[in-house]
Nanobody
Framework: QVQLVEAGGGLVQAGGSLRLSCADS????????MGWFRQAPGKEREFVAT????????YRSLSVKGRFTISRDNAKNTVYLQMNSLKPDDTAVYYC?????????????????WGQGTQVTVSS
């Protein structure tokens, strides 16, 4: 069973960095594609980044390209989102998600398991 737990959120000033992690206590994440999504107050959940099960393919949204990097360490059953040059518009609850089959997806509905989310707040 996949149980995802995010960590690493917090309050940071604009221009700063944070690294989010998503660990799978069920120790099965290595066979899943993983994604990061975010949801700001009053807005719909939006795609941030995704990575294939073997780490060979990854995609990021245009809004974070050049600033955020998704990576994974299957030996540690953990996925990371390195966020640099943070902006106030990046403020949101960030969720990690797992998708069976290993292939990446930009669509939230195609993910099978979700973490509880971690808050990221960027002050101006």
């Amino acid at each position: 069973q996949v149980q995802l737990v995010e960590a690493g959120g917090g309050l940071v000033q604009a221009g700063g960095s944070l690294r989010l992690s998503c660990a799978d206590s069920g120790r099965t994440v290595g066979s899943y594609a993983m994604g990061w999504f975010r949801q700001a107050p009053g807005k719909e959940r939006e795609f941030v980044a995704t990575i294939s099960s073997d780490g060979g393919m990854s995609y990021r949204s245009l809004s974070v390209k050049g600033r955020f990097t998704i990576s994974r360490d299957n030996a540690k059953n953990t996925v990371y989102l390195q966020m640099n040059s943070l902006k106030p518009d990046d403020t949101a609850v960030y969720y990690c998600a797992a998708r069976r089959g290993g292939a990446t997806s930009l669509t939230a509905l195609e993910y099978d398991y979700w973490g509880q989310g971690t808050q990221v707040t960027v002050s101006s």
